[in-house]
Structures are given as structure tokens and as C-alpha cells.
């Protein structure tokens, strides 16, 4: 079945997801989606497949044009999406899920259905158990069961969204045999990746995607530089923080191992000294949250030890390391940071640390209302934090961490803001560093990561490499951040 | 009028929280009116029973007084835990075990003190079993990862089937074990009243008193706001470096206490029958989340509301005693008077929200 989406434009409030995306998908072909976390893949994607339906444009299946008001929908036309975290039924078996979805009478027929899942199970080579839990199955076996389930369903058009983050070296072979032979048996395949080297080795066609845009479309092989370059844009920016003083040891880590259920960093030593400022890059979800969070005493490592101003905090509670100097600025600002309902003033009183027993609202008012001067905020004392706009609400989370804080972690700071926002959030975090405080921060933004920091570790698949920023251009971050040189 | 304005006053229309809320009362009145209809009575015979006896005389008005005691404690609880984001279901549970508490320590020293000494220590065992009890549901929460509303059901049929095989066990009357409760305690251990107006003046008292301390303790002090930080983004308020465990937990204890407090009313106070029985919590609890529900977590708005609804629950009574209609029909009223309201509340929001996208 061939593919066409035109024109597709979707906004999130002031965010372009997509903006007018074209895409042509042949039947029977191994079609890739490159592009950065945020480039608008995943969105248009969605759209596609009937979960987001676009502000505009059409999508067109064999010259027809369709409109799906849900998955459900999409499916039944032969679209089917493989999700990045699987989307299935932990609790209940492996026929229970294949079953899921399927339209039909009342009854089940399990005796057929059953025949069914282990045909198409043996077609691929992938050994099922149909009575197993789901929940005891491997992510890489809880998509096979997902790709059967969409193949049982009558799916043409199979789309898989990043679907090698959590599966093992084997499993991830399989996973690209089984593609191919569907792509020979004439179904369409879209493979949703950020990964260069997997995007290469399988698809004959590739479109870029980079700010919600289509910047390039192009057949297999392609040089890997031009690939790069259309998913970073202008690769021109070189690292300058090329000579800070810095001070003292702030943050000290000593074959620091930490995981998550999908990913593990191993054995990483780092020694940050006051006011540097380091870059965590990686695609997203490579391990630099990990990182992040383990530094925030957010996330006990498995291994190694956590030191702050030489003082071993390893494994003691979040409030340990808020008194030991650390404060940890997460990318949520309506959902992590800020409250929403309460206005700047309540959010002044609420992080005094040692707080009398009534509120002094005169003092917290005051307070705020300098806070709102020096930071540059567009708000009053009395406004609801969730009526500040964006950039605004970065400032109000900047201005409420402790001015004497050692360790500063920070998620995306200037993620959805402007450039003048962002300056000014950079130049209040560079006055922070003057005065000794470190930084770590995760970026998506190449430019950003090379501007600000001192060094950059670069993330791909839970692995780190750390290097020096200064004279380190874009292209060569971008290549690191695909992959290159971890393998 | 042109388009403009016309949206203007639309507009308007939908954000007036006032004219929202006029609609819903009377929604609900018309509501009730076509049950009572349905029952072959008269609606506005009906609504003047109710007013007639709940205002109807002066001992009427002190009985809807007394009842109105225990509402208000609960509710002020109540705004503890809703404030922190709780949904406290097993408030009855703590009444219960306020009144527990209260009735043993009573049996206990009733012949070894004064009565004024016992009767003090009783409400601080009435606070002490309520708060206890309270924070069994937030220990049940915070460790034990069962939400609070299905812990505090749990909880309630408990204290529930402990009054039972207290009354019938341990506690039961000499000779004759009956359900109709523990042995009655002597005059000496009641609250005093006024003379010729059966309303204790300590009851009253006391309800005021805990809710303008709650009120202004969640407006002033730092747990208050602390508090709110939870209840409104628990995720927020822990990356502040607040703890969010103590004030569960504090929520939780602090609005038991009230709630047992309420119960050692049901135990001593005016309207009680001066003894233990099975429940004895009578439905308060869930009364009051009813009033703090409606008043919008305001307490200056709990207390009129608590006492409106005192005063239908008293009034109805009167639909059975003089119409042979169920007395239940007040329930109905408030019932349909908050689901009215959420659902003004509700489409108002809708329709907001789709105007804004």
C-alpha cells in the first residue's frame, strides 16, 4: 500500500511539531525517518497512524484520501504503529493480547486464533509462548508479540518507532530479518530512528526531519556527513569556552553505575570543578538522564560513589543532597517545577528553608517582587505561575533555586524558549558559575551544548565519552551523538 | 446587540460563578420536586415541612444546633485533607474510633475523677483514637501503596464491627447484651446546656473554634502552605525538598483528631444518646465531605453550608413523622444540591476550554 502525507501541519500551543511535512511511501519498501528527539518524528508519525489528527494537510493510502479519528480507525485501513514503549497488557498472556483489537463477534474463537499466532509467529522465527505473561516477557519479545498482533489485525503499513532502544544485539538482527521479509511480501515498513548506522544498514529511501520540517529526502547510501548535516542544520558552531579559571572540586564521581529499566550506565568517573559547566548530549533516554538524576540523589546508583564538595553523599535521601548544595531544575516546569494554582509570592514563601511558623506574607511579597527585577520577569507578585509564559516560567524556576547552591543540574534549560530568553537564562546561569557554582546540563541543541559548556559527555546507548569542547565543531558532536566512535 | 457584544455577554454568562450556581440549586430543587411528585406528594409541602421542622421551634432549631456540631468538625478535618490533595473516604471510621476512645477512658475513670476531669481527657481521647485511626489510612498510603479511599472504606467497616462486639462483648450492659449500645453515662457526664434551650454552648464552641483555626492556619502558616504544595503537585512540592511523607501523615492525624473529637460529641453532647452503639458516626463524615465539596474547600463557606445541611437532615425527619414519606428524601435533596454544583462546575470548565483552544 503506498503512503502520501501532504502538507501536514500540527502545532502543540506555541510549539510546531510538524509543519508542513511531505512524505511518499512506496509499497513494499524499507522507508526511513531520521532525525533528532523533538524533530516532529514521533508527531507525525502519530498522525498517521490515528492518534493525533494533523491541523492540516491529508493523508493519502493508494491515492486515497482518509481521515482517522482514532487508532482503532487507522488500523483498520492498514495502518499499524509499533510505539516506542510497547503498548500492551503486562498483566494479562501473550493470546490475550494478540487477541486485543481484533474486531469480530462476540465470542473468541481461541482454538483458531491460537493457530493463527503461532503460523505467524513460526513465519518469523519468533518463539512465543501463547500462555506466557506478558509482563514476564523481554521488550524485545513484547514487540515481536506487538508486530504479530498488527500483522494478525490485516496491517500493510507498519510503523516502528524507535524500536532498538531497549532490545538486545540479537534480538535487534531478528527484529531487521523479519522487516525485510515483510517489506518483500509488499508491506509498506517505516522506521522511526535517531540511530544513523541502523538507518543506513536497512532502509533503501530516507527522509530527514529537523524542527517539525522535511530538510532532506534521499536514496541509500548516503555520505553520513550530509545525513548529519541535514538532521543538525548548520553544523558552523565551534566551542568557545576555551579558557575559564575554575575552582575547587564540586562534584566528584568514582565508577558511578546506574539503570533504569531499559538502560544502564556503567562505571563512569567524572571530576567537576566550581564553576564549570558541563554538557550531557546524547540522543534522549541514552543514559545522560540517568546521569542527571543520580547527581540529584533522585536515582540510587547500583555502583560506585557520589561525592559533593568531597563529601560522600552515596545513597542518602533527595534532601541530603538539596543540603549539601545541590539543586536539580527539572524540564517539567508546569508539571515538576513550578505549581500550578499558587501565585510567585506563595512560591517564594514555600522555599524558605527555614521557615517561622506563620507565613510573613509582607516579606514573601517583597521578596518576590525583587525576585521578579533581578530575573526579569514578566509577572506580578500575585500571578498564578501557570500564567506566565514559557520563557518566563524558566526565569521563575531560576530565580527560586538557592543563590549558594554548589551543584546546579538542569534539564534542557532553554527547551521551547526564544533567543532572547535563552540569552538571558545563559547569562544568569554564567553569573551562578562566576561565583562558583558547576552546572550539568542536558541539550538537545548542538549549538547550545558547544556555546556553554566547558566539556560535553556524549551518551549513545548508555555509554560515555568525554571530551573537551573548546575548537570541537558541530559536525563532530552530531557524529558522536549518532553513534559514532561507540561501536 | 452585535455579534461582539453578544459573545461578550455569552462570555460572561459562563465565567459568573453566581448565576452558575443559582442554576444548580434550583436544578436540584426542581430535581427533588419531581421525586416528591413521583411519590405523590407535594413539593412545596414538602420543602415548607422541612423548613417548618428545622426552624419551626425553638427546640427544633437546637436540635439542628447539635447536629450541626459534628458536621462542622468533620468538615474542618476534611479541609485538611482535601487541601493536601487526600481523598479521607475513612473519615466515619475516625469518628467511630473518637467515640471509642472516648466512651472506654470514660468507663475507665468515670468513678476515680471528677466528671469535668474525665470529660476533658475523653476529648483528648476522642482526638488521640480519631487521629490514630486516621493515620492507619495515611500508613496504609504512604507504605502500603493502597489509595486512601479504598484504605478508608477498609477502615470504616472495622471500626464499624468493632462498636458491634464492643456493645455486645466487652462493653455490653449488665445482664441484657444488645446492640442498642453500652450502658448509658450518669447526667453528671454530659455537657451542660442552657436552660430551656438544649444546645451546649461547648459543642457550638468548639465546632466554631476548629474551623477558623483550620481556616486561618491553612491561609497563614507555612504547613498550610506547605500542604497545598503537596496537594497540589506532590512531584513539584518533593523536588522543593518538602517532605511530603510528614504531611500526609500530619493530614491525615490532624483531620482524624477532628473527626474523633466529633466522635467524643456523639458520645457526650447534646443531641447523643449518652452512650456507645454501633454506628454511631451516623453519617456525618460523609455529610461533611458533601459541605467542603460544595463550599469549595472555603471554610468560611463550610460553615453556613454545614449548618443548611444540619438543618435539612433535621427537617426531613419530619416528612416521616408527619407524611409517612421516608426521611431519606433530605439526603436526596443534598445529594442532588453537590452533584449539581460538580456538574455546573464541570460543563463550566468544558466550555471554557473549548473556547480557549
Given at each position: 500500500?503506498?503512503?502520501?502525507?501532504?502538507?501536514?501541519?500540527?502545532?502543540?500551543?506555541?510549539?510546531?511539531?510538524?509543519?508542513?511535512?511531505?512524505?511518499s511511501?512506496e509499497?513494499?519498501?524499507?522507508y526511513?525517518?531520521?532525525?533528532?528527539?523533538?524533530?516532529?518524528?514521533s508527531?507525525?508519525?502519530?498522525?498517521?497512524?490515528?492518534?493525533?489528527s494533523?491541523?492540516k494537510?491529508?493523508?493519502?493510502?493508494?491515492?486515497?484520501?482518509v481521515?482517522?479519528?482514532?487508532?482503532?480507525?487507522?488500523?483498520?485501513l492498514?495502518?499499524?504503529?509499533?510505539?516506542q514503549?510497547?503498548?500492551?497488557?503486562?498483566?494479562?498472556r501473550?493470546?490475550?493480547?494478540?487477541?486485543?483489537?481484533?474486531?469480530?463477534?462476540?465470542?473468541?474463537d481461541?482454538?483458531?486464533?491460537?493457530?493463527?499466532?503461532?503460523?505467524?509467529?513460526?513465519?518469523?522465527?519468533?518463539k512465543?509462548?501463547?500462555?506466557?505473561?506478558?509482563?514476564?516477557?523481554?521488550?524485545?519479545?513484547?514487540?515481536?508479540?506487538?508486530?504479530?498482533?498488527?500483522?494478525?489485525?490485516?496491517?500493510?503499513?507498519?510503523?516502528?518507532?524507535?524500536?532498538?532502544?531497549?532490545?538486545?544485539?540479537?534480538?535487534?538482527?531478528k527484529?531487521?530479518?523479519?522487516?525485510?521479509?515483510?517489506?518483500?511480501?509488499?508491506?509498506t515498513?517505516?522506521f522511526?530512528?535517531?540511530?544513523?548506522?541502523?538507518v543506513?544498514?536497512?532502509?533503501?529511501?530516507?527522509?530527514?526531519?529537523a524542527?517539525?520540517?522535511?530538510?532532506?529526502?534521499?536514496?541509500?547510501?548516503?555520505?553520513?556527513?550530509?545525513?548529519?548535516?541535514?538532521?543538525?542544520?548548520?553544523?558552523?558552531?565551534?566551542g568557545?569556552?576555551?579558557?575559564?579559571?575554575?575552582?575547587?572540586?564540586?562534584?566528584?564521581?568514582?565508577?558511578?553505575?546506574?539503570?533504569d529499566?531499559?538502560?544502564e550506565?556503567?562505571?563512569?568517573?567524572?571530576?567537576?570543578r566550581?564553576?564549570?559547566?558541563?554538557?550531557?548530549?546524547?540522543?534522549?533516554?541514552?543514559g545522560?538522564h540517568?546521569?542527571?538524576?543520580?547527581?540529584?540523589?533522585?536515582?540510587r546508583?547500583?555502583?560506585?560513589?557520589?561525592?559533593?564538595?568531597?563529601?560522600?553523599?552515596?545513597g542518602?535521601?533527595?534532601?541530603?543532597?538539596?543540603?549539601?548544595?545541590?539543586?536539580?531544575?527539572?524540564?517539567g516546569r508546569?508539571?515538576?517545577?513550578?505549581?500550578?494554582?499558587?501565585?510567585?509570592?506563595?512560591?517564594t514563601?514555600?522555599?524558605?528553608?527555614?521557615p517561622p511558623?506563620f507565613?510573613?506574607?509582607?516579606?514573601?511579597?517583597?521578596?518576590?517582587?525583587?525576585?521578579?527585577?533581578?530575573?526579569?520577569?514578566?509577572?506580578?507578585?500575585?500571578?498564578?505561575?501557570?500564567?506566565l509564559?514559557?520563557?518566563?516560567?524558566?526565569r521563575?524556576?531560576?530565580?527560586?533555586?538557592?543563590?549558594s547552591?554548589?551543584?546546579?543540574?538542569m534539564?534542557?534549560?532553554?527547551?521551547?524558549?526564544?533567543?532572547e530568553?535563552?540569552?538571558?537564562i545563559?547569562?544568569?546561569?554564567?553569573?551562578?558559575?562566576?561565583?562558583?557554582?558547576?552546572?550539568?546540563?542536558t541539550?538537545?541543541?548542538?549549538?547550545?551544548?558547544?556555546?556553554?559548556?566547558?566539556?560535553?559527555?556524549?551518551?549513545?546507548?548508555?555509554?560515555?565519552?568525554?571530551?573537551?569542547?573548546?575548537?570541537?565543531?558541530g559536525?563532530?558532536?552530531?557524529?558522536?551523538?549518532g553513534?559514532?566512535?561507540f561501536? | 446587540?452585535?455579534?461582539?457584544?453578544?459573545?461578550?455577554?455569552?462570555?460572561?454568562?459562563?465565567?459568573?460563578?453566581?448565576?452558575?450556581?443559582i442554576?444548580?440549586i434550583l436544578?436540584?430543587?426542581?430535581f427533588?420536586?419531581?421525586?416528591?411528585?413521583?411519590?405523590?406528594?407535594?413539593?412545596?409541602?414538602?420543602?415548607?415541612l422541612i423548613?417548618?421542622?428545622?426552624?419551626?421551634?425553638?427546640?427544633?432549631?437546637?436540635?439542628?444546633?447539635?447536629?450541626?456540631v459534628?458536621?462542622?468538625?468533620c468538615?474542618?478535618?476534611?479541609?485538611v485533607?482535601?487541601?493536601?490533595g487526600?481523598?479521607?473516604?475513612?473519615?466515619?471510621?475516625?469518628?467511630?474510633?473518637?467515640?471509642?476512645f472516648?466512651?472506654?477512658?470514660?468507663?475507665?475513670?468515670q468513678?476515680?475523677?471528677p466528671?469535668?476531669?474525665?470529660?476533658?481527657l475523653?476529648?483528648?481521647?476522642?482526638?488521640l483514637?480519631?487521629?490514630?485511626?486516621?493515620?492507619?489510612?495515611?500508613?496504609?498510603r504512604?507504605?502500603g501503596?493502597v489509595?486512601?479511599?479504598?484504605?478508608?472504606?477498609?477502615?470504616?467497616f472495622?471500626?464499624?464491627?468493632?462498636?458491634?462486639?464492643?456493645?455486645?462483648?466487652?462493653?455490653?450492659?449488665?445482664?441484657?447484651?444488645?446492640?442498642?449500645?453500652t450502658?448509658?453515662?450518669?447526667?453528671?457526664?454530659?455537657?451542660p446546656?442552657?436552660k430551656?434551650?438544649?444546645?451546649?454552648p461547648i459543642?457550638?464552641?468548639?465546632?466554631?473554634?476548629?474551623?477558623?483555626?483550620?481556616?486561618?492556619?491553612?491561609?497563614?502558616?507555612?504547613f498550610g502552605?506547605?500542604?497545598r504544595?503537596?496537594?497540589k503537585?506532590?512531584?513539584?512540592?518533593?523536588?522543593?525538598?518538602?517532605?511530603?511523607?510528614?504531611?500526609?501523615?500530619?493530614?491525615?492525624?490532624?483531620?482524624?483528631?477532628l473527626?474523633?473529637l466529633?466522635?467524643?460529641v456523639l458520645?457526650?453532647?447534646?443531641?447523643?444518646?449518652?452512650?456507645?452503639?454501633?454506628?454511631?458516626?451516623?453519617?456525618?463524615?460523609?455529610l461533611?465531605?458533601?459541605?467542603v465539596?460544595?463550599?469549595?474547600?472555603?471554610?468560611?463557606?463550610?460553615?453556613?453550608i454545614?449548618?443548611?445541611?444540619?438543618?435539612?437532615?433535621?427537617?426531613s425527619l419530619?416528612?416521616a413523622?408527619?407524611?409517612?414519606?421516608?426521611?431519606?428524601?433530605g439526603?436526596?435533596?443534598?445529594?442532588?444540591?453537590l452533584?449539581?454544583?460538580?456538574v455546573?462546575?464541570?460543563?463550566?470548565?468544558?466550555l471554557?476550554?473549548?473556547?480557549?483552544?
Amino acid at each position: 500500500m503506498k503512503v502520501e502525507l501532504k502538507d501536514i501541519h500540527k502545532y502543540f500551543g506555541p510549539i510546531r511539531a510538524n509543519e508542513g511535512v511531505n512524505l511518499s511511501v512506496e509499497a513494499g519498501m524499507l522507508y526511513g525517518l531520521l532525525g533528532e528527539n523533538g524533530a516532529g518524528k514521533s508527531t507525525l508519525m502519530k498522525i498517521l497512524s490515528g492518534f493525533l489528527s494533523p491541523d492540516k494537510g491529508e493523508i493519502l493510502l493508494d491515492g486515497q484520501t482518509v481521515r482517522f479519528n482514532s487508532p482503532a480507525q487507522a488500523v483498520a485501513l492498514g495502518v499499524g504503529m509499533l510505539h516506542q514503549d510497547p503498548l500492551d497488557f503486562p498483566a494479562l498472556r501473550v493470546m490475550d493480547n494478540f487477541l486485543l483489537g481484533s474486531p469480530g463477534s462476540w465470542l473468541l474463537d481461541r482454538h483458531q486464533t491460537r493457530k493463527r499466532l503461532v503460523e505467524l509467529a513460526h513465519q518469523f522465527d519468533f518463539k512465543l509462548d501463547p500462555d506466557a505473561l506478558v509482563s514476564n516477557l523481554s521488550i524485545g519479545e513484547r514487540q515481536q508479540l506487538e508486530i504479530l498482533r498488527l500483522l494478525g489485525l490485516g496491517v500493510h503499513i507498519l510503523i516502528l518507532d524507535e524500536p532498538t532502544t531497549a532490545i538486545s544485539a540479537q534480538q535487534r538482527e531478528k527484529l531487521f530479518e523479519a522487516l525485510h521479509q515483510l517489506a518483500g511480501q509488499g508491506k509498506t515498513v517505516i522506521f522511526v530512528s535517531h540511530k544513523l548506522e541502523e538507518v543506513k544498514s536497512l532502509c533503501s529511501k530516507v527522509t530527514v526531519l529537523a524542527q517539525g520540517k522535511v530538510t532532506g529526502e534521499v536514496e541509500m547510501p548516503y555520505p553520513t556527513e550530509g545525513l548529519i548535516q541535514m538532521m543538525f542544520g548548520q553544523t558552523i558552531t565551534v566551542g568557545k569556552r576555551c579558557a575559564v579559571e575554575l575552582g575547587h572540586s564540586v562534584l566528584e564521581l568514582e565508577n558511578l553505575t546506574v539503570s533504569d529499566w531499559r538502560m544502564e550506565v556503567k562505571g563512569l568517573s567524572l571530576k567537576v570543578r566550581a564553576g564549570e559547566v558541563i554538557g550531557l548530549a546524547g540522543l534522549e533516554g541514552s543514559g545522560q538522564h540517568l546521569i542527571l538524576k543520580a547527581c540529584a540523589g533522585l536515582l540510587r546508583p547500583s555502583a560506585g560513589r557520589i561525592r559533593i564538595a568531597n563529601q560522600d553523599i552515596t545513597g542518602r535521601s533527595y534532601r541530603h543532597f538539596i543540603e549539601a548544595g545541590v539543586a536539580y531544575m527539572p524540564a517539567g516546569r508546569l508539571e515538576e517545577g513550578l505549581i500550578a494554582g499558587m501565585t510567585l509570592t506563595e512560591h517564594t514563601a514555600l522555599v524558605d528553608r527555614n521557615p517561622p511558623f506563620f507565613v510573613d506574607w509582607d516579606l514573601a511579597t517583597k521578596t518576590a517582587s525583587r525576585r521578579i527585577e533581578e530575573y526579569n520577569i514578566k509577572g506580578e507578585p500575585t500571578t498564578l505561575v501557570e500564567e506566565l509564559s514559557g520563557g518566563n516560567q524558566q526565569r521563575t524556576l531560576l530565580a527560586f533555586l538557592p543563590h549558594s547552591s554548589k551543584l546546579l543540574l538542569m534539564e534542557h534549560p532553554s527547551r521551547g524558549l526564544d533567543m532572547e530568553s535563552t540569552e538571558y537564562i545563559w547569562k544568569l546561569l554564567l553569573n551562578r558559575t562566576e561565583r562558583g557554582t558547576a552546572i550539568l546540563f542536558t541539550s538537545s541543541d548542538l549549538d547550545e551544548l558547544l556555546d556553554r559548556s566547558d566539556r560535553v559527555l556524549t551518551f549513545f546507548g548508555g555509554k560515555v565519552r568525554i571530551r573537551e569542547t573548546c575548537n570541537v565543531n558541530g559536525l563532530q558532536l552530531g557524529e558522536s551523538i549518532g553513534g559514532k566512535g561507540f561501536e | 446587540m452585535n455579534p461582539s457584544e453578544e459573545k461578550d455577554l455569552n462570555n460572561w454568562l459562563i465565567r459568573s460563578n453566581t448565576i452558575l450556581q443559582i442554576a444548580a440549586i434550583l436544578f436540584a430543587l426542581v430535581f427533588s420536586a419531581v421525586i416528591l411528585l413521583m411519590l405523590g406528594a407535594s413539593p412545596l409541602d414538602a420543602f415548607s415541612l422541612i423548613l417548618s421542622g428545622a426552624f419551626g421551634s425553638s427546640s427544633k432549631l437546637a436540635y439542628v444546633m447539635t447536629a450541626w456540631v459534628p458536621v462542622l468538625l468533620c468538615s474542618a478535618g476534611l479541609l485538611v485533607t482535601f487541601t493536601a490533595g487526600l481523598w479521607n473516604i475513612g473519615i466515619e471510621g475516625q469518628v467511630v474510633m473518637g467515640a471509642v476512645f472516648a466512651t472506654g477512658l470514660m468507663q475507665m475513670l468515670q468513678d476515680s475523677f471528677p466528671p469535668a476531669v474525665v470529660l476533658i481527657l475523653a476529648a483528648f481521647a476522642g482526638l488521640l483514637g480519631g487521629a490514630l485511626w486516621g493515620m492507619f489510612a495515611g500508613g496504609l498510603r504512604l507504605y502500603g501503596n493502597v489509595n486512601e479511599i479504598f484504605g478508608g472504606l477498609g477502615l470504616n467497616f472495622i471500626a464499624g464491627s468493632l462498636t458491634v462486639y464492643l456493645v455486645l462483648g466487652p462493653w455490653k450492659r449488665p445482664g441484657i447484651g444488645s446492640t442498642s449500645g453500652t450502658q448509658p453515662f450518669p447526667p453528671s457526664l454530659w455537657l451542660p446546656t442552657f436552660k430551656g434551650f438544649q444546645v451546649s454552648p461547648i459543642e457550638i464552641l468548639l465546632g466554631l473554634m476548629a474551623i477558623i483555626l483550620v481556616g486561618s492556619a491553612l491561609r497563614g502558616t507555612h504547613f498550610g502552605l506547605r500542604l497545598r504544595a503537596v496537594g497540589k503537585n506532590l512531584r513539584a512540592a518533593f523536588l522543593k525538598g518538602i517532605s511530603v511523607e510528614k504531611h500526609t501523615l500530619l493530614a491525615f492525624g490532624l483531620c482524624g483528631a477532628l473527626a474523633g473529637l466529633a466522635g467524643w460529641v456523639l458520645v457526650v453532647g447534646t443531641s447523643s444518646r449518652h452512650n456507645l452503639f454501633p454506628l454511631i458516626s451516623s453519617g456525618y463524615g460523609f455529610l461533611a465531605i458533601l459541605v467542603v465539596l460544595l463550599a469549595n474547600l472555603s471554610a468560611m463557606w463550610s460553615v453556613p453550608i454545614s449548618f443548611f445541611f444540619a438543618a435539612i437532615s433535621m427537617g426531613s425527619l419530619q416528612l416521616a413523622l408527619q407524611r409517612q414519606l421516608d426521611s431519606s428524601l433530605g439526603g436526596v435533596i443534598q445529594g442532588m444540591l453537590l452533584l449539581s454544583i460538580l456538574v455546573a462546575k464541570g460543563l463550566q470548565s468544558r466550555l471554557l476550554f473549548r473556547r480557549e483552544r
